[in-house]
Protein backbone atom coordinates (compact mmCIF):
# COMPACT_ATOMS: atom_id res chain seq x y z
CA UNK A 1 0.00 0.00 0.00
CA UNK A 2 1.45 3.72 -0.89
CA UNK A 3 1.42 6.53 1.50
CA UNK A 4 -0.79 9.10 0.74
CA UNK A 5 2.77 11.38 0.21
CA UNK A 6 3.75 8.76 -2.28
CA UNK A 7 0.30 8.93 -4.09
CA UNK A 8 0.55 13.36 -4.05
CA UNK A 9 3.88 13.26 -5.32
CA UNK A 10 2.75 10.78 -8.50
CA UNK A 11 -0.22 13.15 -9.22
CA UNK A 12 2.34 16.51 -8.93
CA UNK A 13 4.52 14.20 -11.63
CA UNK A 14 1.53 13.36 -13.83
CA UNK A 15 0.52 16.85 -13.90
CA UNK A 16 3.58 18.25 -14.52
CA UNK A 17 3.97 15.77 -17.76
CA UNK A 18 1.11 16.44 -18.89
CA UNK A 19 1.46 20.42 -18.77
CA UNK A 20 4.89 19.85 -20.32
CA UNK A 21 3.35 18.02 -23.10
CA UNK A 22 0.57 20.87 -24.11
CA UNK A 23 3.06 23.65 -24.18
CA UNK A 24 5.28 21.58 -26.58
CA UNK A 25 2.63 20.81 -28.39
CA UNK A 26 1.48 24.59 -28.24
CA UNK A 27 4.65 25.45 -29.40
CA UNK A 28 4.88 22.96 -32.19
CA UNK A 29 1.54 24.07 -33.88
CA UNK A 30 2.76 28.07 -33.42
CA UNK A 31 5.57 26.79 -35.36
CA UNK A 32 3.55 25.04 -38.04
CA UNK A 33 1.19 28.41 -38.27
CA UNK A 34 4.19 30.38 -38.78
CA UNK A 35 5.47 27.83 -42.01
CA UNK A 36 2.33 27.79 -43.23
CA UNK A 37 1.97 31.37 -43.52
CA UNK A 38 5.10 31.81 -44.68
CA UNK A 39 4.53 29.41 -47.16
CA UNK A 40 0.94 31.38 -48.42
CA UNK A 41 3.05 34.79 -48.30
CA UNK A 42 6.00 33.72 -50.83
CA UNK A 43 2.94 31.48 -52.82
CA UNK A 44 1.27 34.97 -52.95
CA UNK A 45 4.91 37.08 -53.93
CA UNK A 46 5.16 34.30 -56.86
CA UNK A 47 2.33 34.49 -57.71
CA UNK A 48 2.38 38.12 -58.52
CA UNK A 49 5.61 37.97 -60.24
CA UNK A 50 4.27 35.42 -62.86
CA UNK A 51 1.24 37.55 -63.08
CA UNK A 52 3.55 40.18 -64.19
CA UNK A 53 5.11 38.38 -66.73
CA UNK A 54 2.23 37.04 -67.80
CA UNK A 55 0.60 40.71 -68.88
CA UNK A 56 4.00 41.65 -70.47
CA UNK A 57 3.42 38.70 -72.40
CA UNK A 58 -0.11 39.38 -73.20
CA UNK A 59 1.08 43.04 -74.25
CA UNK A 60 2.93 42.28 -76.84
CA UNK A 61 0.58 39.51 -78.19
CA UNK A 62 -2.24 41.79 -78.39
CA UNK A 63 0.76 44.45 -80.51
CA UNK A 64 1.99 41.85 -82.53
CA UNK A 65 -2.31 41.02 -83.65
CA UNK A 66 -3.03 44.47 -83.66
CA UNK A 67 0.00 47.41 -84.03
CA UNK A 68 -2.26 49.95 -83.26
CA UNK A 69 -3.14 48.48 -79.36
CA UNK A 70 -1.70 51.01 -76.80
CA UNK A 71 -3.61 50.05 -73.59
CA UNK A 72 -5.57 46.90 -71.80
CA UNK A 73 -7.06 46.22 -68.53
CA UNK A 74 -8.22 42.85 -67.46
CA UNK A 75 -8.90 39.71 -64.63
CA UNK A 76 -6.80 37.31 -65.56
CA UNK A 77 -5.42 34.16 -63.08
CA UNK A 78 -6.91 34.98 -60.21
CA UNK A 79 -5.35 38.70 -60.49
CA UNK A 80 -6.11 41.90 -62.29
CA UNK A 81 -3.44 43.39 -65.53
CA UNK A 82 -3.06 46.55 -66.85
CA UNK A 83 -0.85 47.75 -70.11
CA UNK A 84 0.16 50.45 -71.92
CA UNK A 85 2.46 50.77 -75.02
CA UNK A 86 4.00 53.81 -76.08
CA UNK A 87 5.90 54.65 -79.53
CA UNK A 88 9.30 55.66 -79.33
CA UNK A 89 9.88 55.67 -83.26
CA UNK A 90 8.46 52.90 -85.89
CA UNK A 91 10.57 50.13 -84.37
CA UNK A 92 10.28 50.67 -81.00
CA UNK A 93 8.16 50.98 -77.93
CA UNK A 94 7.68 51.28 -74.38
CA UNK A 95 5.52 48.32 -72.03
CA UNK A 96 4.09 49.53 -68.84
CA UNK A 97 2.75 46.74 -66.90
CA UNK A 98 1.14 46.27 -63.42
CA UNK A 99 -0.25 43.26 -61.77
CA UNK A 100 -2.39 42.88 -58.90
CA UNK A 101 -2.94 40.08 -56.87
CA UNK A 102 -4.56 39.64 -53.42
CA UNK A 103 -3.24 43.38 -52.40
CA UNK A 104 0.11 42.49 -54.27
CA UNK A 105 0.88 45.00 -56.69
CA UNK A 106 4.28 45.01 -59.04
CA UNK A 107 4.96 46.99 -62.08
CA UNK A 108 7.66 46.85 -65.10
CA UNK A 109 8.75 48.60 -68.07
CA UNK A 110 10.63 47.56 -71.00
CA UNK A 111 11.49 48.57 -74.20
CA UNK A 112 10.84 46.80 -76.98
CA UNK A 113 12.39 46.67 -80.95
CA UNK A 114 10.20 45.31 -83.80
CA UNK A 115 12.26 42.92 -85.94
CA UNK A 116 11.71 41.92 -89.36
CA UNK A 117 8.85 40.10 -89.59
CA UNK A 118 7.20 41.51 -87.27
CA UNK A 119 8.78 39.37 -84.54
CA UNK A 120 9.70 41.63 -81.00
CA UNK A 121 12.97 41.90 -79.30
CA UNK A 122 12.82 42.73 -75.39
CA UNK A 123 15.81 45.18 -75.19
CA UNK A 124 15.69 45.82 -71.42
CA UNK A 125 13.05 45.05 -68.85
CA UNK A 126 12.72 46.14 -65.10
CA UNK A 127 10.55 46.09 -62.17
CA UNK A 128 9.26 49.53 -61.17
CA UNK A 129 7.68 50.99 -58.34
CA UNK A 130 3.69 50.38 -58.89
CA UNK A 131 1.66 53.90 -60.15
CA UNK A 132 -0.58 54.71 -57.16
CA UNK A 133 -4.01 53.00 -56.57
CA UNK A 134 -6.34 56.09 -57.40
CA UNK A 135 -9.35 55.46 -59.56
CA UNK A 136 -8.56 51.49 -59.60
CA UNK A 137 -11.15 49.23 -59.14
Given at each position: ????S???Q??????L??F??????AV??L??????R??????E??RS?Q?L???L???L??R??N??????E?EF???E?R?A??SR???Q?D???????R?R?????S???I???????V???????????????
Open positions: MRRPEAGALILALVLLTSVAALGGLALDQAILDEMRARLDGAADAARHESFFTRHEGGGISIVSPIFVAVVASYGRRAARRVQLAGGKFRLSWSRIPPPPSIGER
